[in-house]
């Protein structure tokens, strides 16, 4: 029986580096001798170069001036051509980028819109089996009144307001997005009730302590937030869970408004 040492035997980085000395020692002798070989002719070749240089040195000038020239403009047009191709690329993908966000995002606020707010939903939905999902629906108290008696351009700025409220009182991982009109809707991956509950607080407190002005006189906001867990007995698709947060809302803003209100437990909070 004959025995093979291959190189799964003896690892493969063994095998590797006995390649390598191999090389270096087969290498290494022709490197002596070409060295020799360089050596015993350099003077010849030393000699060769200046007689060639004091014969035609004038001509090799100026041939090397017009390689340098024109090399080095050919070199220029190659790398203005490169450079323009990589502009007109990093111009087309923020076009993309632009195109995307106007496609994902309320003009107004900046905030997701319904579209792309419904495809998150939807993802989180499915992911929802490993960790609970909440939801919360914030509706801005008395929105009307302010529209009538402040006007609609004093109205976009609650709307803004609100917005940025919203975005820094959730996490990263969260979704934030206007539903349409005064009504937003917040979507947490990973939390459940006890957790939201303390968010949809932390938002209502918030807004009723935000500062804003019409004609330097302070003008008071407060938002209702309904709360949902899914999954939750009763709810088994995105239309039963956005109708529970729905019926979550109203039940708050039955209740008096400017407080959160869990789906199934209509205790205050």
Known sequence: MVIGIYPSDMGINRFIY?????AAGVLLPLGGLAWRAFDFRRAWWLNWLQYEF?????LYLGWGAVAILI????????GKRTDDFWAESQKLDDHNFALSHLATTDDLTGLFNMRYIHE???AAIEDSYRSPLTCLLVDIDHFKRINDNYGHPFGDQVLERVAKILKRSVRRVDSVGRMGGE????????????RALEIGERIRMAVQCEEILFKEKKVNMTVSVGVVTYPSPGLRSKENL???VDEALYAAKRSGRNRVIVWGNQEES
Not at 18 to 22: D, E, H, P, R, Y
Not at 71 to 78: D, E, I, R
Not at 183 to 192: A, K, Q, S
Request: proline content about 3%; cysteine-free.
């Open 18 to 22: 006995a390649l390598v000395g191999i």
């Open 54 to 58: 004091d014969q035609h040195g004038g």
């Open 71 to 78: 090399l080095g403009l050919a070199g220029y047009l190659l």
């Open 120 to 122: 998150r939903l939807d």
């Open 183 to 194: 009504e937003f809707i917040v979507i947490m991956p990973d939390t459940g009730n006890d």
């Open 242 to 244: 956005l109708k529970a």
